[in-house]
Nanobody, 115 residues
Framework: QVQLVESGGGLVQPGGSLRLSCVSS????????VNWFRQAPGKQRELVAG???????NYADSVKDRFTISRDNTKRMVYLQMNSLKPEDTAVYYC?????????WGQGTQVTVSS
């Protein structure tokens, strides 16, 4: 079974940057797609960015050109580099990994963008 642990959240000013990290346990990390989701108060959880096992990335329109997802299979890590942050980016961010048969979630890390 895979366990995911996020870190790197915090309070930043609008226009600032933050990098989220997620470390995975298990032997099959390189075969999984990895994703970042977020959930703001009173809103549904939404997909922010994803990366397939083959390295194909995709982004929500709201974060395209500002956020970058990356992975390091040797370290079993996934990252989300967030630049030009806006107040509407405030949410709990969750890392996710899985395939067609199973999915795993981290506990979430809070990101607050405020002046």
């Amino acid at each position: 079974q895979v366990q995911l642990v996020e870190s790197g959240g915090g309070l930043v000013q609008p226009g600032g940057s933050l990098r989220l990290s997620c470390v995975s346990s298990g032997n099959a990390f390189s075969s999984y797609a990895v994703n970042w989701f977020r959930q703001a108060p009173g809103k549904q959880r939404e997909l922010v960015a994803g990366c397939t096992s083959g390295g194909i990335t995709n982004y929500a329109d709201s974060v395209k050109d500002r956020f970058t997802i990356s992975r390091d299979n040797t370290k079993r890590m996934v990252y989300l580099q967030m630049n030009s942050l806006k107040p509407e980016d405030t949410a709990v961010y969750y890392c996710n990994a899985g395939n067609a048969y199973r999915t795993y979630w981290g506990q979430g890390t809070q990101v607050t963008v405020s002046s």
